[in-house]
């Protein structure tokens, strides 16, 4: 059979039960830097609307720090442990869980819910809301593990380069130490450009200006009031540096469309009152939602097969087929398939009891809703592992349109029990992404498992007071400072389901269908196009996240997106090796610093 021959070589090949693992540095320094990473995501999320990755900043960020403590205490004669490949990959795994506590809908449905009704959940309840769900999509990756992992090898291709950076960084090379200056140097330049735009203290005698403005006009307005202007920070350049040249050029056309045509069309024509970013959006949303909803769809559509397959693996849970043996090899080092229904009669009351204590869900509704997040974990842990791409974007409508006809008209139960299925489907995908990682050298999973459940915890713990701190009232949302895509779409969403398209303007419909169409269609040409002709055709996740945020966001992200083309042509493989380092660093500086100055602002220390 392949499935002992496959295992049974891992364990005498590949595992290494004997390394240090899950440590309490390891736990410790995890929790750290993935609240860090949160944080940084927050920021982020809040601003472009992307979760950007965790696992490989932070494995750079432990091998850096641990390295210099080994030193320091050489210097005084004192041997430390060497923090090893396995010991950094059991922190990678804490570091994760926390640091994507962001997505999922969790830093989209809140946000919308107090943008849509002003409703904020107290501190305690969002807390406990966060953690139980992500606590539950750490269960629901249990049972597919050994199947999608150990069995069919799916690529998780963000598992296979964490994978080859931590062998990279252990071999003590010269290459693991450069990557670590260059984190170290970009995160630091990073926090001064931030400080010297946001700071005020009495000994500065000004501040780098927030945007520098495009030198023309449109319809009589400065560019800059369109919202075209460069950006006055490094944090977008870092970002867009991340991401292909494809999506980048995309939100480049879709911002130049967006607040060069469609915009001042509307404006002359009395549809948009005034020009305004916050003004401006209110109309080009429909568009860029619909845009991003449909080609989320339709790219979900043709992964058919994996869906069937998720489904066939879940049939096969119900009959209890992937249980372990008693003579199993692998029963000592898996996880016990009995956890995954252990954990969810423990977890699903009181995240049922939430789902109708804050947001009136009724408990049937609830109890529909958490086999539903089973489903979409499967599903979405599936898609990750051939794609490296988990489709929220995809889920999270289902989910909604799901709920939009078992509650009618509800907006709030529309919008939380989306959340929830999108935050399985994350958490459980994240963690499985952590165990490929794993799985490639040769680390104990039941370590990662807890390693996982110690960084929810930590994520939960941070998310709450930093998301307070950023957002004191609703204004902020949607405003240039934080643009929140992601929260607009998911608001838009909710709010059509509950009360239609009859209220929106006539021509909002007309863009909001026009859209759709335009997403879908070019999902169908991503699919069908040869690989060498879909580099010229626009990314629908590009163009329709052009369409709700400001223009020079846009901007920014294209000139980083082009900087890394350039690296890439010019240096191949060396370029992305320097490339993520440094535009890692430039956002977790600038996000970092960003809510530094917003606690000192809040706590009396440094005035508005």
């Known amino acids: 059979m392949e499935k ?36 940084s995501n927050l920021y982020v999320v809040l601003k472009t609307g992307w979760s950007l990755g965790v696992t490989i900043t932070s494995c750079i960020l432990a091998y850096a720090f641990f390295g210099l403590w080994r030193k320091t205490l050489s210097l005084f004669k004192i041997e430390s442990p060497a923090f090893g490949s396995l010991e950094n990959n059991a922190m990678a795994s804490v570091a994760s869980g926390a640091g994507f506590m962001t997505g999922g809908g969790n830093m ?25 769900i992500a606590a539950l999509g750490v269960f629901a990756a249990v049972p597919i593990k050994r199947q999608l992992i150990n069995i069919e090898q799916l690529p998780f291709p963000t598992g296979l380069a964490t994978a080859e950076t931590l062998r990279a960084l252990h071999a003590h090379g010269e290459g693991g130490a450069q990557k670590a200056r260059l984190l170290g140097l970009s995160s630091v330049i990073g926090a001064v450009v931030a400080w010297a735009r946001d700071a005020k203290t009495s000994w500065m005698p000004a501040n780098l200006p927030g945007s520098y403005g495009l030198p023309f006009s449109i319809a009589g307005e400065p560019a800059a009031k369109w919202t075209l202007a460069f950006d006055g920070g490094l944090l977008l350049v870092g970002a867009g540096a991340l991401m292909s040249f494809r999506i980048g050029w995309s939100m480049l056309l879709g911002a130049l469309l967006t607040y060069g045509v469609l915009a001042p069309e509307m404006v002359s024509r009395g549809v948009i009152a005034v020009v305004s ?27 058919w097969r994996m869906v069937a397959r998720s489904f066939k693996e879940l049939a096969l849970l119900l009959k209890k087929k992937n249980a372990a043996a008693p003579t199993d090899p692998m ?24 789902m109708w204590y804050l947001f009136q869900i009724p408990v049937w509704a609830g109890m529909i809703a958490i086999p ?40 709030v139960p529309n919008l939380m029990s989306a959340n929830v299925t999108g935050g399985v489907g994350l958490h459980a995908a994240d963690l499985l992404t952590d165990l490929k990682s794993g799985y490639l050298l040769g680390a104990n999973p039941r370590q990662q498992f807890y390693g996982q459940l110690f960084g929810v915890l930590a994520g939960a713990a941070i998310v709450v007071p930093a998301f307070n701190l950023l957002v004191p009232s609703a204004e902020i949302l949607g405003s240039e400072a934080f643009p929140a895509p992601g929260v ?11 009360e239609g398209i009859g209220g929106l303007h006539t021509t909002a419909r007309w863009a909001a269908l026009i859209g759709f169409l335009l997403g879908a269609a070019l999902a169908v040409l991503e699919r069908f196009v040869p690989e060498k002709a879909k580099r010229f055709i626009p990314a629908p996740s590009g163009l329709g996240i052009a369409m709700v945020i400001p223009a020079s966001n846009s901007i920014s992200m294209f000139l980083g997106a082009a900087i890394a083309e350039a690296m890439r042509r010019k240096m191949g493989r060396k370029g992305d090796d320097l490339n993520f380092p440094l535009s890692s660093g430039l956002i977790a500086g600038e996000s970092l610093m960003g809510i530094l100055v917003k606690a000192l602002v809040v706590a009396g220390l440094m005035p508005k």
């Open 488 to 498: 607009q779409v998911w608001a838009g969403v909710s709010k059509m389901l509950s």
């Open 108 to 132: 989209a449905a809140i946000p919308a819910l107090l943008m849509l009704t002003g409703m904020r959940p107290e501190a305690l309840s969002m807390f406990l809301w966060f953690l139980l």
């Open 4 to 39: 002992p021959n496959v295992e049974l070589d891992w364990l005498k090949n590949v595992y290494q039960p004997h390394a240090p693992q899950l440590t309490a540095r390891a736990v410790i320094s995890g929790m750290l830097i993935g609240a860090l990473m949160c944080l």
């Open 331 to 354: 029963a000592e080092v898996e996880c016990p398939p009995y956890w995954f229904p252990l954990g969810f009669i423990l977890l699903s009351p009181p995240l049922v009891f939430l």
């Open 277 to 303: 970013y916050k003004a401006i959006v209110q109309w080009t949303l429909w568009c860029g939602a619909a845009i991003l909803v449909s080609s989320g769809l339709m790219s979900f559509a043709f992964q």
């Open 372 to 411: 539903l997040a089973i489903v979409m974990g499967v599903i979405a842990s599936r898609v990750t592992g051939e794609t490296d791409v988990t489709p929220t974007k995809a889920l999270g409508p289902v989910t909604q349109l799901t709920f939009g006809a078992l509650l009618p008209n509800q907006l």
